[in-house]
């Protein structure tokens, strides 16, 4: 979905909404990335302006309402109305931060830049209570340039077309690559979802986006949204790690965790 197609009104831009649609908060264990088994807080928004293949992210919720799980792991969940007003997600996030000791607030989707505006609301106070962590497609530069200041880690992905399926982004990520290093602060690391298909020309991509060769690179084989399995070859999986292995300083590949637990 484009970004305009979530707009309220013709005549709202994306960064004056003020609500956003969430379809779901909770607590869980992170399964993907550089800090795969901490336990955060999640915030799913709705709606991406991507279509990858690969992805199984629901872009709403069942009831079109935000289910929000109190207690972790009961199933048992609250519903509330959306949009969502910036206040009611801030103390929805400190009731759960309540119940675990967390390490991080994790904004994911969907594409939550997609509502800067609601997050420049948010991302301040939701600061205060436990580090932002922002999930991103990495493509929205201009966005994340909006709510920079208050994010303290950046999860952004290069959409590689191998496993898209779609066209190439690479000129957005060079773009919202620059712009995320503009925050010294904030730790920036890099997932890639490849398959048996990645190519030596995606991966010099890669290179010339990721200027720095310290920003870590997660490797994420792509799994099958029918049984949930990897069909990776192992000489593949190899080829491809050795090539950034010998580029990049921190190359590491993790596979989805949380689907082998069985956890939102
Ligand atoms: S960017 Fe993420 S949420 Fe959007 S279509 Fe791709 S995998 Fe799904």
Redesign the pocket.
């Known amino acids: 979905m484009q970004a305009a197609s979530v707009q309220s009104s013709k005549t709202v831009s994306p960064s004056e909404l003020k609500t956003a649609p969430l379809q779901e908060i909770f607590s869980s264990i992170q399964g993907e990335g550089i800090y795969v088994g901490k336990r955060q807080v999640f915030v799913r928004f709705a709606h991406?302006h991507?279509?990858?293949a690969?992805?199984d992210?629901p872009m709403t919720s069942a009831t079109g309402q935000c289910h929000v799980e109190i207690q972790p792991g009961s199933g048992q969940i609250e519903y509330y109305p959306n949009p969502m007003p910036p206040q009611v997600l801030v103390d929805l996030i400190g009731e759960l931060l309540k119940t675990a000791r967390h390490h991080s607030i994790s904004f994911t989707?969907?594409?939550p830049l997609l509502y800067h505006g609601f997050l420049k609301s948010v991302f301040p106070a939701a600061q205060k209570l436990a580090p932002v962590y922002l999930e991103t497609?990495g493509t929205q530069a201009e966005f994340l340039a909006e709510v920079l200041p208050w994010t303290d880690i950046i999860a952004m992905?290069i959409k590689l077309p191998s496993a898209?399926q779609e066209a190439p982004q690479f000129e957005n990520h060079a773009r919202f690559y620059q712009v995320a290093r503009q925050n010294p602060a904030a730790e920036l690391y890099i997932k890639l979802v490849f398959n048996n298909q990645t190519t030596a020309e995606e991966l010099d991509a890669v290179k010339a986006i990721v200027t720095n060769r310290k920003t870590p690179i997660i490797l994420q084989p792509e799994t099958s949204l029918g049984d949930k399995k990897v069909y990776l070859q192992p000489q593949r999986l190899f080829e491809i790690e050795n090539t950034l292995a010998a580029h990049f300083e921190d190359v590491r590949v993790i596979p989805q965790t949380h689907k082998m637990l069985n956890v939102l």
């Open positions: 991406c991507l279509k990858c690969y992805c992210t989707g969907g594409e497609s992905d898209t």
